[in-house]
């Protein structure tokens, strides 16, 4: 199994700043990797697919790059509903996986 | 609008069998390249991917799970069906289905809200 290891775990920020999680794969996964946040007591909601392209719907503020086996996921101006916890997820090979999730949290 | 619903006891008891029904809106699961697959989350845990069945009967599963799970479709009813066989206390977690995106690979795009399966006796 492909395993993604995500960085960091939790993470406090102020509103208005600009924050960078990192995903890493354990091998090489091309582009086939996904952004998801999820809000306590909610499902998740996608945000980015193929490394870089935002799901419908998204504002600009997040940004996500990478391929291989390194990636991140950028927020910048950070508003009161961006706190939540993200999660990244490869969908190159069979089974799906997903990382163990960056809290991000309010300072 | 895509939609997906998932519905299902809310307590099981060891050993039982779960089944779980995603019903959606807004989509065919006849079209070619969809798909709908089955995540959980345990209780303050990092998601997991279960199964998934694509246009085709295409079916993948979980492969430390396999022996437990089987996924079907009912095209005409807009329904997936997952089943879990002998349930354990650690099954405990909120149930997703998802629908697979029109692009290439298994992106999950759109959510249900989830349904909390409790195992306990």
């Known amino acids: 199994d492909i395993q993604m290891t995500q960085s960091p775990s939790s993470l406090s920020a102020s509103v208005g700043d600009r924050v960078t999680i990192t995903c890493r794969a354990s091998q090489g996964i091309a582009n086939y990797l996904a952004w998801f946040q999820q809000k306590p007591g909610t499902a998740p909601k996608s945000l980015i697919y193929g490394a870089s392209t935002l799901q419908s719907g998204v504002p600009s503020k997040f940004s996500g790059s990478g391929s291989g086996t390194d990636f991140t996921l950028t927020i910048n101006s950070l508003q009161p509903e961006d706190f939540a916890t993200y999660y990244c997820q490869q969908y190159n090979a069979y089974p799906i996986t997903f990382g163990q999730g960056t809290r991000l949290e309010i300072k | 609008q895509i939609t997906l619903k998932e519905s299902g006891p809310t307590l099981v008891k060891p050993t039982q069998t779960l089944t779980l029904t995603c019903t959606f809106s807004g989509f065919s699961l006849s079209t070619r390249g969809v798909g709908v697959g089955w995540i959980r989350q345990p209780p303050g845990k990092a998601l997991e991917w279960l199964a998934l069945?694509?246009?085709?009967?295409?079916?993948r599963y979980r492969s430390s799970l396999k022996s437990r799970l089987t996924i079907t479709k009912d095209t005409s009813k807009n329904q997936v069906v997952l089943t879990m066989t002998n349930m354990d206390p650690v099954d405990t977690a909120t149930y997703y289905c998802a629908r697979i995106g029109m692009v290439r690979g298994p992106y999950l795009d759109y959510w249900g809200q989830g349904t909390l399966v409790t195992v306990s006796s």
């Open positions: 069945i694509y246009w085709d009967d295409d079916k």
